[in-house]
Each structure stands twice: as C-alpha cells, then as structure tokens.
C-alpha cells in the first residue's frame, strides 16, 4: 500500500513535469533549447519535492528550489555536472555506457548534500517520453526527503491508529492487539478479558460546562484508566465517552473483575474542572475471553451488555456479563424502541407518595413517581429506564407526560380531600434545559388551572453542576411564575454548598443514604444536623425520604426535619386510585411533638 502511495506521488510529479515540459517545448524545439528547462524548474518550484532535468548523458540541466533547500545546492553549481554528484550511488555509466539508463530508476538512496553530509532521498528517474537533449531523451529525476516522508508516514500511522485527544489506541489498533493476542490465547488456552467503560452523565457534562471541559474530563479519564492496568494490557478509546480496558492474559476471571474495581474507584477521585471539584463516574461490563465470546465484536457486544445494566442500576460500578442478560429486558437497542410504544400504548402509570408534615403530622405534600408496565417484566421502577429515556431524548416526552397526568390527578385529589397540598414532580437535568418543558408548564398551569404554589419541581444536583445561564434563566422564571423548586438527593452526588449560595431553592431533600444510619452513627446524624441547620438557615425547609422505621421517624423528628416520606408513613401507590391516596389524609403521625396539635 505505502509502495503503491509513493508510486503515485512520484508518477504524479512525472506526469506533471512531463506535461509543462510538453506545452513549453515541444519536442522538436527542446532539443535546440537546453537553456530553457530552467523555466520548467522555475514552475517546479511550485512542487514540494527537488526536480531537476538531465540531458540524455545524465547532465544535470536545471534544478529547481527545492533541490537547494533539500541538499545546499544552487543550480547554477549543478548546471553541466553529472546526476552523480548527488547521488553517488548510481552507477550507470559502467553498466550502460551509452549514459543513463533506458530503464526507469526509483528507490530510496542516499544523496550528497553540499556540506557533504549524506540524506536519503527516494528517487525517481524517468525518461520524459517526446523530448530530447544532446541526442538522447531528456529525464526528470524527482528527489523526495525520506526522512519526512518517514515523519509523514509515522504521523498518518499514529493518525490511524490512535485517538488524537487521549493519544490512546483506537479501536483499529484494539483490534490488531486483539487478533494478536487471540492466535496465542488460543494456541497456549489462556483467558482474556474485556471491559467497557462508559463515562455516566458525560453528555450533560459536556452540554453543561463545555466542550474543553469535557475533553477535558477525557484526558483525565484516560490517564486514570492507564494507571489501573500493566503495560501487557491495552487501553483504547472506541467512541465519544466510551474506552474498552483489553487484558491479554488473565489467570482467573476475578483479575479483570480486580482491575474494574480499580477503575471504579480511581474514576471516583474528584477532578478540578474549570477550577471546581466535579464527579466522573463510570459504569463497567466485563466479559471473558473465550466464554463470553471469541472474537472482539462479540466480546464488545457483551461487554455492553453488562454495562448498560450497570448504567440502568445508577452507574458507578462494574459487572460481569452473564447470558442471562442478553435476553432480559435491558438489551439497549429493544429497550428503547420498547419505551417509545410505551408512551405510545399507555404503558406508564403515576404513583404518589405522601410527606408528612412532623409539625403536625399530617400529609402535606405528594411526590409523583413514574412506573413502567411492562409488557413481558411486570412493573418497572424508574431507575431502570429514565437513564435511557434520558439519553435518547425520551424522558422530554415521557416528562411532560408525568407532569400533566400528576397535575391532573392531584387536582382531582385535591378536589376529593379539599385539602391544600403540594405535588412534587421530578425533573431530569435534560428536561431543563429544553424550551419544551416550559410549555408543558404552561399548559399545566394555564390550561388546566394547576395552582403554581401548589408545584414543586424537585431538580438533583448534577443540574446545577453546569449553571449555564440558559439553565438558571429558565429556573428563575419558574420561581417568577411562583413555581417552587427543591433539590433532591441532597449530599449524593457533586455537592457543594456553594452551588446552594448563587442558586435558590425552597427545599432540600437529603439524600436516602444518610437516612439508613441516621439512628446508629453518630456522624451520619451530625451530617443530618448540619443539612437540616444549613437549610434553614438559607430559608429552605428540610425533607427527608426512605424513612423505614419508627426509630428515624423519631430520630428525625427529634433533629428539627421539616417533613418525611418514606414507606414507614406510606408507599408510593397509583394516582389514580383515589380512595388510597384519600385515606393518607386520615393520617396522623405518632412522633408529633405534644401540643403541636393546637398550632
Ligand atoms: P427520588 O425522586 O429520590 O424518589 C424517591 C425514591 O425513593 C422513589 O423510588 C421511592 O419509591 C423510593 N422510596 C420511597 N420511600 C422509600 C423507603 O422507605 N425506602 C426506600 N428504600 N425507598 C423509598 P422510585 O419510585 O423507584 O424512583 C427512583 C427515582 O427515579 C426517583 O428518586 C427519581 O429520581 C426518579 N424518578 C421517578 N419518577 C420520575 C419522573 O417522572 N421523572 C424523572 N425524571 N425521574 C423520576
Ligand atoms: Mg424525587
Ligand atoms: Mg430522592
């Protein structure tokens, strides 16, 4: 292929020199006018190779810049001399004494310079078909700098090979390491395994702080994953957030399962993007080498397989691909057409679940919860598919449907209790950012007359992450419209209080995590404390969810926590059955402080 490219580099040049030599002297007349090839070298010039022209004896006759540039020369210290002069190899005059060879000349040879250090040059000679000089035909020898063109080549090599961003192997070279490694993995019985990784939320990341920032996080990512595996192993990236960590030879099926691990947790390390921390995290699918498969693609496949269930139980983690998976529900491809005719064929339903006030211990607000029925798996809870509505785009669809069906069923159910609370519905970072859904927000607050101081849109960190000024704009003009905004998962995720400062909310909800302990350690409630003092002291009123005992209930209580959710006070159940959702406010929690009955 290279041979075949400098042919025809070379043979270009030729045909090239050839047809400016033709037009300019035609063949008659270039055989009485030596002097005149120089204006062919002159047009020569324009070319990025050293050209010169010789007279059938191999006499140089002119040459143009490039061969000055190339080896020193001058072209009037060549005019008259013999080709040889520069390339003190050939030897034609021995082996043809009728002077330069019939034959065409090419190769890679070394050339004088006129310091008298030796460069390699590759050469093409050739006779000029029609033209003749001092009785013989003319030629043209095109001089080319290998050692640039070595430079060329290399760069074109690494150019296919590798990713210009991360300088990591593509997946071409992935494949090459593979097929190598394969023919010995085969001939000795040995493991190999395959990891994919796949950056979570990198998308919004990238909308969100840029794309600097996102290569950014690429380049960290990469050098992080090279830290985690041995020299032997191959670390490439495949596709935009997406690298493959390739071990070409495991003793057992738990060292790629050590080395996912690894990765895990040096992708949790925080980053310094644009001078802020900031959370990458990744989602991993293993499989081996040959049970999972024999050949990259279908290593590849599985591999994927693996990752997107990770990705679908929140990410952050590694698994290994098991066949069981490959027919389950979370295949990618079938999971997205699925939630396309999901929202085709009413197949999502809204549950609710009340907050109970712990003032006074009455249900205050409810939170809207989306369930998938499913077809074939029965009811799906939303963490096995939002991430995928969110990243092909159908949560904006699948949102605005949530947000008008819980509208109207709590209208409906404020109607049956004509009691005043609050409906809280989720939001997805992607949702925000769209115009799209501020006319949901119309039509649900104008169309159907949903009282604004009655919607809370509960928002999770990685929104604010960003900050663009579209982001906090459209937020803004959601509290102008009296809209009140909470944020969820509170301490989860990229946490910083000073996103709290520069951005208003009028809830906080703390995060389940610090709820499970509360009662037991002692930090996890003085973490609890310090939310709950910051909150209100900001003006925020403090919500806790996943509360599952009376003892948290109490604890809770007990530490100044405005209002709870959790299935100890209740579990979320559908909408749309009204006599549920009533009875909630027949209830009253037991941890009521005493007298707050009166006020
Ligand atoms: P979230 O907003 O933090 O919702 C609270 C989750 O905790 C719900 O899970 C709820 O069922 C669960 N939960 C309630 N009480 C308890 C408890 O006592 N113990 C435990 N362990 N869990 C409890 P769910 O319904 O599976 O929703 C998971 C997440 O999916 C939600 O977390 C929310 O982030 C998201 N989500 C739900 N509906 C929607 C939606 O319509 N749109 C968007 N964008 N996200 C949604
Ligand atoms: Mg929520
Ligand atoms: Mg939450």
Not at 146 to 161: L, M, N, S, T
Not at 354 to 383: C, I, K, T, Y
């Amino acid at each position: 292929m290279k041979k075949l490219m400098t042919a025809l580099l070379s043979l270009t040049a030729l045909a090239w020199a050839s047809r400016k030599l033709m037009k300019r002297f035609p063949p008659e007349q270039a055989a009485a006018d030596q002097g005149a090839t120089g204006h062919v070298l002159a047009i020569a010039d324009a070319n990025a190779d050293g050209v010169l022209t010789l007279d059938a004896a191999g006499r140089i006759e002119a040459a143009n810049g490039v061969v000055r540039t190339l080896l020193g020369f001058d072209e009037h210290e060549l005019r008259g001399r013999d080709l040889r002069v520069l390339l003190p190899q050939l030897a034609w005059s021995a082996a043809n004494p009728e002077g330069v060879p019939s034959a065409e000349l090419g190769g890679f040879w070394q050339a004088r310079c006129r310091q008298g250090d030796m460069i390699e040059v590759e050469v093409t000679l050739a006779a000029l078909p029609g033209t003749r000089s001092n009785g013989g035909p003319r030629y043209v020898c095109v001089l080319r700098d290998a050692g640039e063109r070595r430079a060329q080549d290399e760069h074109f090599r690494h150019q296919a090979h590798f990713d210009m961003l991360t300088q990591l192997p593509n997946r071409m070279l992935l494949a090459d390491r593979f097929k190598v490694a394969a023919e010995r993995a085969r001939r000795y019985g040995l493991s190999m395994a395959l990891i994919y990784v796949d950056l979570d939320n990198f998308k919004q990341l990238n909308d969100s702080l840029g794309h600097a920032a996102g290569d950014e996080v690429l380049e960290t990512v990469a050098g992080r994953l090279l830290d985690c595996v041995r020299q032997s192993d191959t670390v490439a990236r495949i596709g935009g957030d997406e690298f493959a960590i390739f071990l070409a030879e495991v003793e057992r099926a738990d060292d790629a399962e050590v080395v996912a691990h690894k990765v895990v947790a040096a992708l949790a390390r925080p980053m310094t993007l644009v001078g802020r921390e900031a959370f990458v995290t990744a989602s991993l699918g293993i499989a081996s080498y040959p049970v999972d498969g024999e050949t990259l693609d279908r290593l590849m496949q599985h591999a994927d397989t693996a990752m997107y269930q990770v990705k679908a139980a929140g990410g952050n983690a590694a698994r290994f691909f098991s066949t069981r998976m490959e027919s389950g529900i979370l295949a990618r491809y079938s999971l997205e057409t699925e939630l396309r005719h999901a929202l085709a064929n009413d197949q999502f339903e809204v549950y609710f679940q009340p907050q109970f006030s712990l003032a006074s211990g009455r249900v205050v607000g409810v939170e809207a919860l989306v369930r998938w029925h499913h077809p074939r798996e029965g009811l799906v809870g939303p963490d096995r598919f939002i991430p995928f509505a969110e990243e092909s785009g159908l949560i904006l669809s699948i949102g605005a449907w949530v947000l008008e069906t819980a509208c109207r069923a709590a209208l409906a159910l404020r109607a049956a209790v004509a009691t005043d609370f609050y409906l809280s519905v989720n939001l997805s970072p992607r949702q925000v950012r769209e115009p799209y859904l501020s006319e949901s927000l119309d039509r649900v607050l104008a169309d159907l007359g949903f009282p604004p101081q009655a919607l809370i849109l509960e928002l999770t960190e990685s929104v604010l992450l960003g900050q663009g000024e579209g982001t906090l704009a459209a937020l803004a003009e959601f509290r102008r419209r009296g809209v009140r905004l909470a944020l969820d998962d509170f301490g989860k995720g990229y946490s910083s209080l000073s996103y709290l400062r520069r951005f208003p909310v009028d809830v906080l909800k703390l995060d389940r995590s610090f709820i499970d302990d509360v009662v037991e350690v002692p930090a996890a409630s003085a973490l609890v404390d310090a939310m709950v003092m910051m909150g209100h002291a900001m003006g925020m009123s403090v919500v806790t969810e996943g509360v599952e005992s009376a003892a948290q209930l109490a604890h809770l209580a007990a530490h100044g926590v405005d209002a709870v959710q959790g299935h100890y006070c209740a579990a979320p159940s559908p909408a749309a059955e009204c006599a549920t959702c009533r009875a909630w406010f027949d209830l009253r929690l037991d941890t009521v402080p005493v007298g707050a009955e009166a006020s």
